[in-house]
């Protein structure tokens, strides 16, 4: 059995539950508490030496990490559904929009750099905030204004079934409303997360749907 390693409310760990679903692919979970710390447990660096989640253990005991290597490795293994189009330009923006997500935002607002904006710059929580709000909102401005503009949006950030760049944006978002990001200004990313958080596979991935979020 795939064993993927993760904790509810990380969004990289969230876009694998995503991208599983929607493959209709069966695995276990082991929790990584990130509060915590047994992310840097020496248990857990044995399947990761980032000390980072997710972590994919295939049936095989191959062990994979980075969240977009997991995804594209699903997408190589079970073409389908497919997470990205046949086009090769097609295929190029789905993975510039996933991209603008997981290489752009995240990064900068993931758990190890609030940390170490407060215990170790000693930054306030309002300066960690709007730290946090800030990478939000330009990253946000722009993923609105492709989804708007270019011609392949859909109900989803492409065409009308989900694609890598709904799998990055859903957790994202999902963040975004945790630290009460103000979303109004991004009609076309609220509707695209209404439509995907309507299906089973992303209702399933839910950090509230996960054996750690109690």
Same mark, same amino acid.
């Given at each position: 059995?795939?064993?993927?390693?993760?904790?509810?409310?990380?969004? *990289?760990?969230?876009?694998?539950?995503? @991208? +599983?679903?929607?493959?209709?692919?069966?695995?276990?979970? #082991?929790?990584?508490?990130?509060?915590?710390?047994?992310?840097?447990?020496?248990?857990?660096?044995? $399947?990761?030496?980032?000390?980072?989640?997710?972590?994919?253990?295939?049936?095989?005991?191959?062990?994979?990490?980075?969240?977009? @290597?997991?995804?594209?490795? !699903?997408?190589?293994? $079970?073409?389908?559904?497919? +997470?990205?189009? +046949?086009?090769?330009?097609?295929? *190029?923006?789905?993975? *510039?929009?996933?991209?603008?997500?997981?290489?752009?935002?995240?990064?900068?607002?993931?758990?190890?750099?609030?940390?170490?904006?407060?215990?170790?710059?000693? #930054?306030?929580?309002?300066?960690?905030? @709007?730290? /946090?709000?800030?990478?939000?909102?330009?990253?946000?401005?722009? !993923?609105? *204004?492709?989804?708007?503009?270019?011609?392949?949006?859909?109900?989803?950030?492409?065409?009308?079934?989900?694609?890598?760049?709904?799998?990055?944006?859903?957790?994202?978002?999902?963040?975004?409303?945790?630290?009460?990001?103000? !979303?109004?200004? /991004?009609?076309?990313?609220?509707?695209?997360?209404?439509?995907?958080?309507? !299906?089973?596979?992303?209702?399933? @991935?839910?950090? =509230?749907?996960?054996?750690?979020? =109690?």
């Amino acid at each position: 059995m795939t064993t993927l390693y993760g904790y509810f409310r990380s969004s *990289a760990a969230y876009r694998v539950r995503i @991208a +599983l679903n929607l493959k209709d692919l069966e695995y276990d979970q #082991v929790p990584v508490n990130l509060v915590k710390g047994e992310q840097r447990s020496e248990t857990f660096r044995a $399947h990761n030496p980032q000390g980072l989640v997710p972590a994919l253990v295939t049936d095989d005991g191959t062990t994979l990490t980075q969240s977009l @290597a997991i995804c594209e490795y !699903l997408e190589e293994l $079970h073409p389908s559904p497919s +997470l990205l189009p +046949l086009e090769p330009a097609e295929r *190029a923006r789905v993975r *510039a929009l996933a991209q603008l997500v997981a290489s752009e935002i995240h990064p900068l607002n993931n758990l190890r750099v609030l940390k170490y904006l407060v215990h170790e710059l000693k #930054v306030d929580d309002e300066a960690k905030l @709007a730290w /946090y709000r800030h990478w939000v909102t330009t990253g946000f401005d722009a !993923l609105e *204004a492709m989804l708007s503009r270019e011609a392949g949006s859909g109900d989803c950030c492409h065409g009308d079934t989900p694609t890598l760049a709904d799998v990055c944006l859903v957790p994202q978002v999902f963040n975004a409303e945790r630290f009460e990001c103000d !979303l109004t200004p /991004y009609p076309r990313i609220r509707r695209i997360v209404a439509n995907c958080r309507a !299906l089973p596979a992303f209702q399933r @991935a839910a950090p =509230s749907e996960q054996p750690d979020a =109690s």
